[in-house]
């Protein structure tokens, strides 16, 4: 047999059946095309999908914040103003835009928010308060070219129709700087109270940046390009994005299609929550640009293989007689090893969701943290009082209070029925009292069936009416199983008797417990119990101690209280609420004092649960932490002094005029502890350090420049040539001219 016919006859059917796969081929190519395109616009809108679904969730909060604004007290003031603002509801505007301000640190979708009202001209945003907002819109808030009335009735009236309105060229201030906002679009809703009755005369608008809608919906690669509109209920068009945004009104009745000759592919979804209808026009430029890529790669993959198979033909023809399992052996190194799918995008999408719940989770843990820890200052200064008058007046600060303003302190305990019971008959007493009461109401909860409560008093209120009133609010309940017993302490008009008037409340409350019927009772002279030797010395003695880290000493001071509660039980066990909160706000006071985090410590747990001896004893740890940080810092800083030092000697060497005086005074230590930083760092005195600086300058600068020995002396820092020379002779051995000539041989 003819070698050459029979390698022509098997190359032939060989290459026949190529060809055959290589036709086979074209079909699977065409439908791997229309599977991969049909794929990309499925999954742009599943995307588009979800980014509503985003949008939706916004409002959503957007609503909540406005119901929850409905309940507001200062708003509800502000809202029954007519015309002009009367001079003592300024401070209500300030409460206002501090409560705007706060919402915006968590909920930041929104780039500002405000508050308008038809009664009167009242501004509130997050930033600003104007109490005419005629004279505030032009200068710190325009849109376009509208005046003051026309934006104020488009805002009025856009409720009635949409609460979603579209704007363009908005300018305002925010964070101390101005903003402009090209596109916009504005959330209003009409802010009213939970019953949902009364006239519709404040409005909260939302500004939400296009920009951010724009990023919100769209994917990165086609922001550019893509058309985007966005209709209300009623079909206006409220928002649009991109140059010919306007094509899109031509595809109103589809969801998927085509538009522009081919040049879009519009996607259509309505928000469930928001009621807004989005329609993306994705230019199809993206789509085929991945489509062409998708495609080179198959054909690359198609020439390489029908190359690949042609070699192979060829080879499998004249090596035809070859063992089987060695060809299979061959071809088996040319097929692809199959892996397994994975969608990406579901995993992108889990991803995300995670990543949001874990920061909303966050968030919400550090404004807990964040309250327990106001709540505890304030608890420890109704138990103690005030540590000094900077605390005293921080105090009034925060809280908007004038010192001489004269206050009650209450404290509200609930019995009987069950935990859960008691506690939430608590809650509502003390809940009646913040919207009822007409003066400021401080209130903390040191356990879950007691309040304490300081409430301002006005000069024309008497104690008969507040204790009638609050007898009212304690038999205004449905739970008969739980009582309640208020004690008022006596009218106070100093704010450093405010531990006092706290006492005073408790003891009122401890005479009357147990009677299983509401009361309501003011202080009287027979509740107080004699004052221990306890005092206020023994919390400064800490606060000192504290101060300088002195452990043995502070473990000695609770030993004493040890041995002397032993003397005195019943008296030390009744104030041992009084003597944890004391000394927990003296700790508090050194930690601000030594620049300590201030951590929350357990209050939870009610004290009663614990002895005297188990609340000394996490106090004493308490403290030794302290000390082990203050510790700590002062070596930091000792460290760093060191660093400080040594890197000022070698920046200041070259002046003649330097010396220890000088150097402790610019560094702002003393000359001794310089002395002796600078023996630990170095093990050298200062002057012979010095002298080594200036040595080594020299010896650097007469090896590698031709300066002359005077300017070398000069910029040396030694003031003159003949201290150069002699200084250098003594560290070298030569003067400097033979050190250098020896150098340079």
Same mark, same amino acid.
């Given at each position: 047999?003819?070698?050459?016919?029979?390698?022509?006859?098997?190359? +032939?059917?060989?290459?026949? *059946?190529?060809?055959?796969?290589? $036709?086979?081929?074209?079909?699977?190519?065409? *439908?791997?095309?229309?599977?991969?395109?049909?794929?990309?616009?499925?999954?742009?809108?599943?995307?588009?999908?979800?980014?509503?679904?985003?949008?939706?969730?916004?409002?959503?909060?957007?609503?909540?914040?406005?119901?929850?604004?409905?309940?507001?007290?200062?708003?509800?003031?502000?809202?029954?103003?007519?015309?002009?603002?009367?001079?003592?509801?300024?401070? #209500?505007?300030?409460?206002?835009?501090?409560?705007?301000?706060?919402?915006?640190?968590?909920?930041?979708?929104?780039?500002?928010?405000?508050?308008?009202?038809?009664?009167?001209?009242?501004?509130?945003?997050?930033?600003?308060?104007?109490?005419?907002? #005629?004279?505030?819109?032009?200068?710190?808030?325009?849109?376009?070219?509208?005046?003051?009335?026309?934006?104020?009735?488009?805002?009025?009236?856009?409720?009635?129709?949409?609460?979603?309105?579209?704007?363009?060229?908005?300018?305002?201030?925010?964070?101390?700087?101005?903003?402009?906002?090209?596109? +916009?679009?504005?959330?209003?809703?009409? *802010?009213?109270?939970?019953?949902?009755?009364?006239?519709?005369?404040?409005?909260?608008?939302?500004?939400?940046?296009?920009?951010?809608?724009?990023?919100? @919906?769209?994917?990165?690669?086609?922001?550019?390009?893509?058309?985007?509109?966005?209709?209300?209920?009623?079909?206006?068009?409220?928002? %649009?994005?991109?140059?010919?945004?306007?094509?899109?009104?031509?595809?109103?009745?589809?969801?998927?299609? =085509?538009?522009?000759?081919?040049? #879009?592919?519009?996607?259509?979804?309505?928000?469930?929550?928001?009621?807004? =209808?989005?329609?993306?026009?994705?230019?199809?430029?993206?789509?085929?640009?991945?489509?062409?890529?998708?495609?080179?790669?198959? /054909?690359?993959?198609?020439?390489?293989?029908?190359?690949?198979?042609?070699?192979?033909?060829?080879?499998?023809?004249?090596?035809?007689?070859?063992?089987?399992?060695?060809?299979?052996?061959?071809?088996?190194?040319?097929?692809?090893?199959?892996?397994?799918?994975?969608?990406?995008?579901?995993?992108?999408?889990?991803?995300?969701?995670?990543?949001?719940?874990?920061?909303?989770?966050?968030?919400?843990?550090?404004? &807990?943290?964040?309250?327990?820890?106001?709540?505890?200052?304030?608890?420890?200064?109704?138990?103690?009082?005030?540590?000094?008058?900077?605390?005293?007046?921080?105090?009034?600060?925060?809280?908007?209070?004038?010192?001489?303003? %004269?206050?009650?302190?209450?404290?509200?305990?609930?019995?009987?029925?069950?935990?859960?019971?008691?506690?939430?008959?608590?809650?509502?007493?003390? !809940?009646?009292?913040?919207?009822?009461?007409?003066?400021?109401?401080? +209130?903390? #909860?040191?356990?879950?069936?007691?309040?304490?409560?300081?409430?301002?008093?006005?000069?024309?209120?008497?104690?008969?009416?507040?204790?009638?009133?609050?007898?009212?609010?304690?038999?205004?309940?449905?739970?008969?199983? *739980?009582?309640?017993?208020?004690?008022?302490?006596?009218?106070?008009?100093? /704010?450093?008797?405010?531990?006092?008037?706290? =006492?005073?409340?408790?003891?009122?409350?401890? +005479?009357?417990?147990?009677?299983?019927?509401?009361?309501?009772?003011?202080?009287?002279?027979?509740?107080?119990?004699?004052?221990?030797?306890?005092?206020?010395?023994?919390?400064?003695?800490?606060?000192?101690? @504290?101060?300088?880290?002195?452990?043995?000493?502070?473990?000695?001071?609770?030993?004493?209280?040890?041995?002397?509660?032993?003397?005195?039980? !019943?008296?030390?066990?009744?104030?041992?609420?009084?003597?944890?909160?004391?000394?927990?706000?003296?700790?508090?006071?050194?930690?601000?004092? @030594?620049?300590?985090?201030?951590?929350?410590?357990?209050?939870?747990?009610?004290?009663?649960?614990?002895?005297?001896?188990?609340?000394?004893?996490?106090? &004493?740890?308490?403290?030794?932490?302290?000390?082990?940080?203050?510790?700590?810092?002062?070596?930091?800083?000792?460290?760093?002094?060191?660093?400080?030092?040594?890197?000022? &000697?070698?920046?200041?060497?070259?002046?003649?005029?330097?010396?220890?005086?000088?150097?402790?005074?610019?560094?702002?230590?003393?000359?001794?502890?310089?002395?002796?930083?600078?023996?630990?760092?170095?093990?050298?005195?200062?002057?012979?350090?010095?002298?080594?600086?200036?040595?080594? $300058?020299?010896?650097?600068?007469?090896?590698?420049?031709?300066?002359?020995? !005077?300017?070398?002396?000069?910029?040396?820092?030694?003031?003159?040539?003949?201290? $150069?020379?002699?200084?250098?002779?003594?560290?070298?051995?030569?003067?400097?001219?033979?050190?250098?000539?020896?150098?340079?041989?």
């Amino acid at each position: 047999m003819n070698e050459k016919k029979v390698f022509k006859k098997y190359l +032939a059917r060989y290459l026949l *059946v190529m060809l055959v796969v290589v $036709f086979c081929c074209i079909p699977f190519g065409a *439908v791997t095309y229309r599977y991969i395109r049909d794929y990309t616009i499925s999954n742009s809108l599943n995307q588009l999908e979800e980014n509503v679904k985003e949008i939706d969730s916004q409002v959503g909060k957007m609503h909540m914040v406005v119901t929850m604004m409905g309940e507001d007290s200062n708003l509800l003031d502000l809202k029954r103003v007519h015309g002009t603002l009367p001079g003592k509801r300024f401070l #209500y505007m300030k409460y206002m835009r501090d409560r705007l301000f706060e919402i915006h640190t968590i909920y930041d979708f929104s780039s500002m928010s405000f508050l308008l009202f038809t009664n009167n001209p009242i501004f509130v945003s997050a930033s600003q308060v104007d109490d005419d907002f #005629y004279d505030y819109y032009g200068k710190f808030l325009t849109c376009g070219d509208m005046d003051a009335a026309v934006f104020r009735n488009m805002i009025v009236r856009a409720v009635d129709s949409s609460p979603y309105l579209g704007v363009s060229d908005l300018t305002y201030y925010g964070s101390q700087r101005k903003i402009h906002l090209d596109q +916009a679009l504005f959330y209003i809703e009409s *802010v009213e109270s939970r019953t949902g009755v009364g006239e519709k005369n404040a409005f909260m608008t939302f500004i939400i940046d296009g920009q951010k809608i724009i990023n919100t @919906l769209l994917p990165e690669d086609c922001r550019a390009t893509a058309l985007l509109q966005i209709q209300d209920r009623t079909g206006t068009v409220v928002f %649009s994005g991109g140059e010919n945004a306007d094509l899109l009104l031509q595809n109103e009745s589809s969801r998927n299609g =085509t538009l522009n000759k081919g040049q #879009y592919q519009v996607l259509t979804y309505k928000g469930k929550e928001s009621g807004l =209808t989005f329609t993306v026009g994705y230019p199809m430029a993206g789509v085929h640009k991945q489509l062409e890529y998708m495609v080179g790669l198959i /054909l690359l993959y198609l020439i390489v293989g029908c190359l690949a198979a042609f070699l192979f033909t060829i080879g499998w023809t004249w090596h035809w007689f070859k063992p089987f399992r060695r060809v299979l052996t061959e071809v088996a190194q040319y097929q692809p090893v199959p892996e397994e799918i994975v969608n990406e995008y579901d995993y992108i999408r889990d991803s995300i969701l995670k990543l949001v719940s874990d920061k909303d989770e966050m968030e919400m843990k550090m404004l &807990l943290a964040d309250t327990q820890k106001q709540a505890i200052l304030l608890e420890s200064i109704f138990m103690k009082g005030f540590y000094g008058e900077e605390a005293k007046q921080e105090f009034c600060s925060k809280y908007s209070l004038n010192p001489s303003d %004269s206050y009650y302190m209450v404290e509200f305990r609930a019995e009987g029925g069950d935990a859960s019971g008691r506690q939430r008959r608590v809650f509502e007493m003390v !809940e009646a009292l913040q919207k009822g009461y007409q003066g400021k109401v401080l +209130a903390v #909860y040191p356990g879950p069936d007691k309040s304490y409560a300081m409430l301002t008093a006005k000069a024309d209120m008497d104690d008969e009416t507040l204790k009638r009133n609050l007898t009212y609010m304690a038999e205004d309940t449905d739970n008969d199983q *739980v009582t309640v017993i208020v004690g008022i302490s006596k009218r106070q008009t100093d /704010l450093e008797n405010i531990h006092t008037a706290c =006492t005073q409340a408790r003891h009122t409350v401890r +005479a009357y417990r147990r009677r299983q019927i509401n009361c309501v009772e003011f202080y009287k002279e027979n509740y107080e119990v004699k004052n221990s030797s306890f005092h206020s010395d023994t919390m400064q003695k800490l606060y000192d101690m @504290l101060l300088s880290a002195n452990k043995s000493s502070i473990q000695e001071l609770f030993a004493d209280i040890q041995k002397e509660s032993h003397i005195q039980p !019943e008296l030390y066990e009744f104030r041992k609420t009084e003597i944890y909160y004391g000394f927990l706000f003296t700790i508090h006071s050194a930690c601000q004092q @030594l620049e300590l985090p201030i951590k929350d410590h357990d209050t939870e747990q009610d004290l009663n649960d614990l002895s005297l001896e188990q609340c000394l004893n996490r106090l &004493l740890q308490i403290c030794m932490e302290i000390c082990k940080k203050a510790d700590s810092k002062k070596d930091q800083k000792k460290e760093d002094q060191k660093q400080q030092l040594v890197a000022y &000697l070698e920046h200041n060497f070259s002046r003649p005029e330097l010396n220890a005086i000088m150097a402790s005074e610019e560094l702002g230590i003393s000359e001794k502890y310089l002395y002796a930083l600078l023996k630990e760092q170095t093990g050298r005195t200062f002057a012979s350090y010095l002298e080594d600086l200036r040595i080594q $300058f020299a010896r650097q600068h007469l090896e590698e420049t031709d300066w002359s020995n !005077e300017k070398i002396a000069q910029e040396s820092g030694f003031g003159s040539t003949n201290s $150069f020379y002699r200084v250098f002779k003594k560290q070298t051995g030569v003067s400097p001219s033979v050190y250098r000539k020896n150098r340079k041989e």
